[in-house]
């Protein structure tokens, strides 16, 4: 008989997962936040997850100057400002659920974010172990803060925050490097049928989309692991 107090851990499944999504996205910062909860829940079941983070753009071709949220997404969606603030409210209650402060209002701006995931890609080709804390702290810094996020400053700041070299960041910025590879990421996702974010792929072939609960997230790692 197996003495079960001397038993091995049950081995852990290390599920890859791809999370496409845009900085300015708002239920891409819920989805993130429901999807690392979720890990915590499974992680006594041995699961567990090697994340990177994808380039999606929700606005490619907007002004540098950004735009106005509101009249952002009365021209995008055609929703009043009523509708509008009834959505940053709903989006507001879900995000602190999952712990992320989300303070968007009114006079708050949607940006260009190519600079954003140029980083980024910067981050999981240099030190991967912190390119999710460079997603969280520009989230913090867009919806938090209500930051620029084109500000060369606010940018390097974050990699800073991320416990990534500010200069380095500053030196990315400046030379235009890994925009190549940020287009390249985004077509390829686009040719894959990635239409909308958060999109959350899982080994390659498994697709959750939206910001989803905790729960929803749980349900199906649980069952996708169970897979393999």
Same mark, same amino acid.
């Given at each position: 008989m197996t003495d079960m107090t001397d038993a091995a851990p049950a081995p852990l499944k290390t599920l890859k997962i791809d999370f496409v999504s845009d900085v300015v996205c708002p239920w891409c910062a819920v989805g993130l936040g429901g999807l690392t909860s979720a890990l915590e829940t499974l992680k006594p079941e041995g699961i567990a997850a090697d994340i990177a983070f994808q380039p999606f753009e929700l606005n490619p071709q907007i002004a540098p100057e950004g735009e106005n949220i509101v009249e952002h997404i009365g021209r995008k969606y055609g929703s009043t400002p009523e509708q509008s603030a009834q959505n940053r409210e709903m989006i507001r209650r879900r995000a602190a659920e999952v712990g992320f402060d989300m303070r968007m209002g009114p006079d708050s701006r949607i940006w260009n974010t190519f600079d954003a995931h140029r980083l980024l890609h910067w981050a999981h080709e240099t030190a991967p172990d912190k390119?999710?804390?460079?997603?969280?702290?520009?989230?913090?810094?867009?919806?938090?803060?209500? &930051?620029?996020? $084109?500000? *060369? &400053?606010?940018? $390097?700041? *974050?990699?800073?925050?991320?416990?990534?070299?500010?200069?380095?960041?500053?030196?990315?910025?400046?030379?235009g490097r890994y925009a190549q590879e940020v287009r390249g990421a985004e077509d390829l996702w686009r040719a894959r049928g990635i239409t909308s974010v958060p999109a959350v792929v899982v080994e390659g072939k498994y697709l959750i989309s939206g910001g989803q609960p905790a729960a929803a997230f749980e349900e199906a790692l649980r069952k996708i692991a169970a897979e393999g």
């Open positions: 390119q999710e804390g460079l997603k969280r702290a520009l989230f913090t810094a867009h919806f938090t803060e209500n &930051r620029n996020i $084109t500000d *060369a &400053r606010v940018l $390097t700041e *974050a990699a800073e925050a991320a416990g990534l070299d500010r200069a380095e960041a500053g030196e990315v910025l400046a030379s």
